[in-house]
Structures are given as structure tokens and as C-alpha cells.
């Protein structure tokens, strides 16, 4: 390996140790931290934001490769309006999937329920076997067995909001209208039109 190679590669190495650095100051930043808004809070998140992005910008640099993560930006053209301490957090995901294999989805759906007519077909039993699934299994663990189940992951969305505490079963007859860009803290995307932007 050349010296220059070499020199790239410690570089990397040095970015990745600033982001765990950073992460260390803002933690005791906002363990140690009293008031709202305190600056020493905010300090240390934009400290770690630039770690974050000089290392992620590096990484691709040189392996071609980028972090899941990203800096909240200002998107909305307004920008994070919510309060500085929220009292509660939303948590909102989607998650896309194509029906590529929609014999293998109705066998591992027959497996979890019996009641399925057995190698049934039609649109009313692809449904059917579609809501077993879901049922069964937490959406964390389709999302990592997507090809087991017959699916192929498409895009997907987190996006973590500032909210007001509710009552239990309170928007439950509506859960996604209440999506607020203004209150977005963070959001995390993943899809292939990345990877095109990456090749372009």
C-alpha cells in the first residue's frame, strides 16, 4: 500500500474517531444540562453534526460508501419550529415492498395460519395472507426477512417529529394526518434513487 493510500485511510480512521468523540461530548452535554436551550447543549450538537458530515463525506472519498445517517437540514424552507424540550416525540415510518414471489408470501402465511385455504389464489386470499403476515410478525422483522416473505424492499422513511402528549387511542382513527414538517426533529430515507445520484 502506497504512503498516500495509507495517509487516506488514517484519515478516515481520525473522522471516525472525531464522530465517537463528539457523540461523547454531547452526551455529557445533555446529561449534564439544566435549562432548555442551553448553549452548551447546542455547541456540542452542531460539533457533532460537522463530524458527522466530514466523516460521511470522506468515507465516500475513499470507499465509496456512505452513513445511514443524516444532518437534519432545512428542507421545509421554515425549518424546525417546535419547542426545544418536546414533551413527547412521533414516531412515523413507511416502508414500500413489491409482491415478487406471491406463492412463497401465501406459504409462509399458511404456516402462521391454518385457516388459509391452502395454495388459494384470488385477490381476496393474497389480502388474506397479507394481513397474516402483518399480524404476526413485528415490521421490524418482515423488513429484515423481506425476501423470505416473497418481498423486495422499496423506499422507506423514518421520521422522528416533536408532539403533545395524547390520550391513549386518541388519533388512532387518523395516525398520519398530523405529520408537521415544522415539528420534524429528524428524518432518515433510504432508496435506490440515492444510489443513483451517487453513480450520476
Same mark, same amino acid.
Given at each position: 500500500?502506497?504512503?498516500?493510500?495509507?495517509? =487516506?485511510?488514517?484519515?478516515?480512521?481520525?473522522?471516525?474517531?472525531?464522530?465517537?468523540?463528539?457523540?461523547?461530548?454531547?452526551?455529557?452535554?445533555?446529561?449534564?444540562? =439544566?435549562?432548555?436551550?442551553?448553549?452548551?447543549?447546542?455547541?456540542?450538537?452542531?460539533?457533532?453534526?460537522?463530524?458527522?458530515?466530514?466523516?460521511?463525506?470522506?468515507?465516500?472519498?475513499?470507499?465509496?460508501?456512505?452513513?445511514?445517517?443524516?444532518?437534519?437540514?432545512?428542507?421545509?424552507?421554515?425549518?424546525?419550529?417546535?419547542?426545544?424540550?418536546?414533551?413527547?416525540?412521533?414516531?412515523?415510518?413507511?416502508?414500500?415492498?413489491?409482491? =415478487?414471489?406471491?406463492?412463497? $408470501?401465501?406459504?409462509?402465511?399458511?404456516?402462521?395460519?391454518?385457516?388459509? =385455504?391452502?395454495?388459494?389464489?384470488?385477490?381476496?386470499?393474497?389480502?388474506?395472507?397479507?394481513?397474516? $403476515?402483518?399480524?404476526?410478525?413485528?415490521?421490524?422483522?418482515?423488513?429484515?426477512?423481506?425476501?423470505?416473505?416473497?418481498?423486495?424492499?422499496?423506499?422507506?422513511?423514518?421520521?422522528?417529529?416533536?408532539?403533545?402528549?395524547?390520550?391513549?387511542?386518541?388519533?388512532?382513527?387518523?395516525?398520519?394526518?398530523?405529520?408537521?414538517?415544522?415539528?420534524?426533529?429528524?428524518?432518515?430515507?433510504?432508496?435506490?434513487?440515492?444510489?443513483?445520484?451517487?453513480?450520476?
Amino acid at each position: 500500500m502506497s504512503d498516500a493510500a495509507q495517509l =487516506t485511510i488514517t484519515e478516515v480512521r481520525a473522522a471516525a474517531e472525531a464522530v465517537k468523540a463528539a457523540i461523547d461530548r454531547h452526551l455529557q452535554a445533555v446529561s449534564s444540562s =439544566t435549562e432548555p436551550g442551553d448553549p452548551v447543549v447546542v455547541h456540542a450538537y452542531e460539533e457533532l453534526a460537522a463530524a458527522a458530515i466530514a466523516y460521511d463525506q470522506i468515507l465516500y472519498e475513499v470507499y465509496d460508501e456512505v452513513t445511514p445517517f443524516e444532518i437534519p437540514g432545512d428542507e421545509t424552507g421554515t425549518g424546525y419550529q417546535g419547542p426545544e424540550q418536546p414533551e413527547a416525540i412521533s414516531v412515523l415510518i413507511r416502508r414500500d415492498y413489491l409482491i =415478487t414471489d406471491p406463492k412463497r $408470501l401465501r406459504a409462509q402465511a399458511e404456516r402462521v395460519d391454518e385457516g388459509l =385455504t391452502p395454495g388459494g389464489g384470488g385477490e381476496a386470499e393474497m389480502t388474506a395472507a397479507i394481513g397474516v $403476515l402483518f399480524g404476526e410478525y413485528e415490521p421490524d422483522e418482515i423488513a429484515a426477512r423481506a425476501e423470505e416473505f416473497g418481498l423486495e424492499e422499496g423506499d422507506s422513511t423514518l421520521w422522528v417529529s416533536a408532539t403533545e402528549p395524547t390520550d391513549p387511542g386518541e388519533w388512532l382513527p387518523e395516525p398520519f394526518d398530523g405529520a408537521d414538517p415544522e415539528l420534524l426533529i429528524c428524518r432518515f430515507d433510504v432508496s435506490e434513487v440515492y444510489d443513483d445520484e451517487l453513480d450520476d
